[in-house]
């Protein structure tokens, strides 16, 4: 079942249901959050930017995990690119092999590399954008 997306503008809407998902997610107020409902429980939550122009990127994202593998991070996604038209940006660790098969899949590419990246652990990223 693909669950309703919906757009909010004020992250401390859903403060606790974020962070719950991904831990920090709720604070990037002023960005813009997409969720993933089945029911009146969050399931699923991308963060993102508009950056100007005809680019955005895209902040973060998690499924809950018990919902995973049922392409709700994938309608995320979709949903998202269809409201940024143009470029759309994103870091993801280089070990994190399930999320950048999930971003292949949706069809972003691999562009680049972003060495020592990440703190904590310290760790490399990899650049992916997608074009429409
Ligand atoms: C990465 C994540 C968001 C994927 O969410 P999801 O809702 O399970 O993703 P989807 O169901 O849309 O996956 C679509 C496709 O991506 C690929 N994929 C997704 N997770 C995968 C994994 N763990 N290993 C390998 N491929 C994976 C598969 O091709 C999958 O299709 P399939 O299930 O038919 O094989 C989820 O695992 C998650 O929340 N992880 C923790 C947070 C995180 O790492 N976020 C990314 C960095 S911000």
Excluded at 12 to 37: H, K
Excluded at 85 to 101: C, D, H, K, T
Aim: hydrophobic share 45%; aromatic share 10%.
């Amino acid at each position: 079942m693909i669950p309703a997306v919906y757009t909010i503008t004020s992250a401390s809407v859903l403060e606790d249901e974020a962070s719950a998902l991904f831990p920090g997610a709720a604070y990037f107020a002023g960005n813009l959050l997409l969720i993933a409902l089945q029911g009146a429980e969050v399931i699923g939550v991308v963060g993102f930017r508009k950056l100007g122009g005809d680019e955005a990127e895209v902040l973060f994202i998690g499924t809950k995990p018990n919902h995973r593998r049922r392409g709700i991070a994938t309608a995320l996604l979709r949903e998202l690119l269809r409201r940024c038209p143009g470029i759309v940006f994103l870091e993801v660790r280089e070990s994190n092999q399930g999320a950048r098969a999930m971003y292949r899949s949706a069809g972003f590419e691999e562009i680049g590399i972003r060495q020592k990246y990440y703190n904590d652990p310290p760790e490399n990223a990899i650049v992916m954008k997608f074009h429409s």
